[in-house]
């Protein structure tokens, strides 16, 4: 059970930095993450909030997956609950550090991309379930046996087009962001010596009755 127990704190760490590192990429004021570039599209294109954006996107992403069938987990639905939680959080508290210079915003930029790939990294390991976009990211790695980070750049790219053909608006970080993510994740994974083709996420079901047998030991 202490396992399990450490796994869920690992999978609230991840959370903190993935939503750590969009805040600080958004404060290197050099564009926009590939997503909220689609979130922006939408929110011109159609009319609907920011978060509106990201709540519509992320429920026809999960849609998707479960097609696919990628395993809906509890971690997919405390990420859907949490991020943007812990993403306010860090903006109401003011303590990042908002880019003001060229030097200072490319500075910014590479720590806040080195600690959301991180923070992806670190929850995905835990097998407890997928973000909707992360999911996506993990069923077609498996399903076209391609490399991660191949998979990841495809998605950012063709969610950026999309988003900026929408009207998003797009920078230098976000096209740097895009092409780099995907492989850091992979990297950090290597470095960890985890293979991602090979982790196993348990769905919401297979999580409780797992759950209920510890419990009941």
């Not at 290197?28 to 993450?33: D, E, P, Q, T």
């Not at 812990?86 to 903006?91: E, G, K, L, R, T």
């Not at 999309?162 to 092409?179: D, M």
């Amino acid at each position: 059970m202490k396992r399990e127990i450490f796994k869920y704190l690992k999978l609230i760490f991840g959370i903190l930095l993935c939503s750590l590192g969009v805040v600080i990429i958004l404060n290197s004021n050099l564009g926009l993450s590939p997503w909220d570039v689609l979130n922006q599209g939408l929110n011109k294109t159609i009319g609907v909030t920011l978060g509106e954006a990201n709540l519509l996107v992320g429920a026809v992403v999960v849609l998707v997956s479960i097609f696919l069938r990628q395993p809906i987990g509890s971690g997919t639905i405390i990420n859907f609950l949490l991020v943007g939680v812990f993403m306010d959080i860090y903006v109401y508290l003011d303590i990042v550090p908002k880019g003001e210079v060229l030097l200072e915003k490319i500075l910014i930029l590479i720590i806040g991309i080195f600690v959301f790939s991180y923070g992806c990294y670190t929850y995905i390991s835990t097998g407890l379930g997928c973000g909707p976009r992360d999911g996506l990211m993990m069923i077609l790695t498996k399903k076209l046996k391609y490399p991660l980070w191949k998979i990841k750049t495809a998605i950012e790219v063709v969610v950026l087009t999309i988003g900026y053909f929408l009207g998003g608006t797009v920078g230098i970080g976000t096209i740097i962001a895009s092409v780099c993510v995907g492989p850091l994740i992979q990297y950090f994974f290597k470095m960890n010596n985890q293979d991602i083709k090979l982790l196993e996420h348990r769905s919401v079901i297979r999580e409780f009755q797992f759950l209920k047998r510890k419990v009941l030991k």
